[in-house]
């Protein structure tokens, strides 16, 4: 019995993946013209050098996210793309080196923002489906991600000279909407993400003043990171990743052999906001560099962690049986082995995502 209610799970998955890639084979997206939204005020002009953790060789490329939102009736006559591009003007008063450009001192080509006030890309879109037709359970690689994202996908990028941020909001035919962005890794983080995007959704919502804003300025949230880093620095902790960076003059970081595993349960991404309610998923758009660790539920509603594989059919198969012998000792069940010749088809859009 626990053999079969096994297969029928992993079967109707993989119906469901299936089902999902038929219907976005025919998806069509109409992008608008690229346009450079500048902060709604007049910014500082000057010059931010980055730190040498910043500064690494390996950051300069732009990491992705894709954020999913279903319709809400109440806000039928609200267009997200354009609430989100008034947003984005607001948001830049306050992060205004986000609008800047990155330029290269010679002869160490070391990065400095020149806080120019130009902007960052911005692209309106549509599409022609229902967020039901991504299927109950997005993950990175999320579908079409080449189609919601602004911008090429790559492991590397020319980062000087250009925007520092990339967004595109793509309409669907439901009401919902997906907020596709590719930001340089140099410029922010994970944590630094959510900050902006936090401070972007409050001016979404039209929060009076965004309070988080003027309670906790980015200057204020500088002011703490360096007094800490002094602390660090006087305890004998900082000939680490940062004072070795400097003696070697920011090294390259040795990909090859290499397994990178970024943890983004506690991120806060799916807490992202913009007035439609909490994403159906929100976090990275694509597995490139490293497995995401994020939030997720089972068929149950119960919270877990998301680990999206990419692997050979039978190579998954064989992880989802030797993990879940090690999660079933737990209650002394029993497990059986994948029928290897029922999920040939299981790699469904060029990635397939164990639930276990």
């Known amino acids: 019995m626990h053999r079969q209610t096994n297969s029928l799970k992993h079967l109707k998955f993989l119906s469901q993946k299936m089902s999902v890639a038929r219907t976005l084979t025919t998806l069509s997206v109409r992008r608008g013209e690229r346009e450079l939204v500048a902060p709604a005020r007049p910014t500082p002009y000057e010059f931010k050098v980055l730190s040498d953790i910043d500064d690494q060789e390996v950051l300069r490329f732009y990491r992705s996210g894709a954020f999913f939102y279903r319709g809400d009736a109440s806000?039928?006559?609200?267009?997200?793309?354009?609430?989100?591009?008034?947003?984005?003007?607001?948001?830049?008063?306050?992060?205004?080196?986000?609008?800047?450009?990155?330029?290269?001192?010679?002869?160490?080509?070391?990065?400095?923002?020149?806080?120019?006030?130009?902007?960052?890309?911005?692209?309106?879109?549509?599409?022609?489906?229902?967020?039901?037709?991504?299927?109950?359970?997005?993950?990175?690689?999320?579908?079409?991600?080449?189609?919601?994202?602004?911008?090429?996908?790559?492991?590397?990028?020319v980062v000087v000279d250009r925007p520092l941020l990339f967004a595109q909001v793509t309409r669907l035919t439901c009401g919902g909407f997906v907020f596709g962005f590719q930001i340089c890794h140099c410029i922010a983080d994970g944590p630094g993400i959510v900050q902006f995007l936090t401070a972007l959704t409050e001016f979404t919502r039209g929060v009076p003043g965004a309070p988080t804003l003027c309670r906790r300025p980015l200057g204020e949230a500088l002011r703490l990171l360096l007094e800490a880093k002094a602390r660090a620095e006087q305890e004998g902790y900082v000939q680490s990743v940062a004072g070795f960076n400097a003696a070697h003059r920011r090294p390259a970081f040795p990909k090859a052999r290499t397994y990178l595993i970024s943890d983004m349960t506690q991120g806060g991404m799916m807490a992202v906001d913009f007035g439609w309610g909490t994403p159906v998923y929100g976090g990275p758009a694509t597995i490139i560099l490293a497995t995401f660790h994020l939030e997720g539920r089972n068929e149950a509603g119960e919270a877990g962690v998301n680990v999206p594989t990419r692997l050979p059919v039978l190579a998954l198969e064989r992880l989802k049986v030797e993990v879940s012998k090690g999660l079933i000792t737990v209650s002394g069940g029993t497990v059986s082995e994948p029928d290897a010749d029922k999920n040939k088809s299981a790699l469904v859009s060029g990635h397939t995502l164990a639930k276990l």
């Open 75 to 157: 806000k039928s006559g609200i267009d997200p793309a354009k609430a989100i591009k008034s947003a984005i003007s607001e948001a830049l008063v306050h992060y205004y080196p986000l609008a800047g450009r990155f330029r290269e001192l010679q002869p160490t080509r070391k990065l400095v923002v020149e806080c120019t006030g130009e902007g960052v890309v911005f692209v309106e879109a549509d599409a022609n489906v229902r967020m039901e037709d991504f299927g109950d359970s997005v993950a990175p690689p999320v579908p079409c991600y080449d189609e919601l994202l602004p911008e090429q996908e790559s492991a590397t990028a």
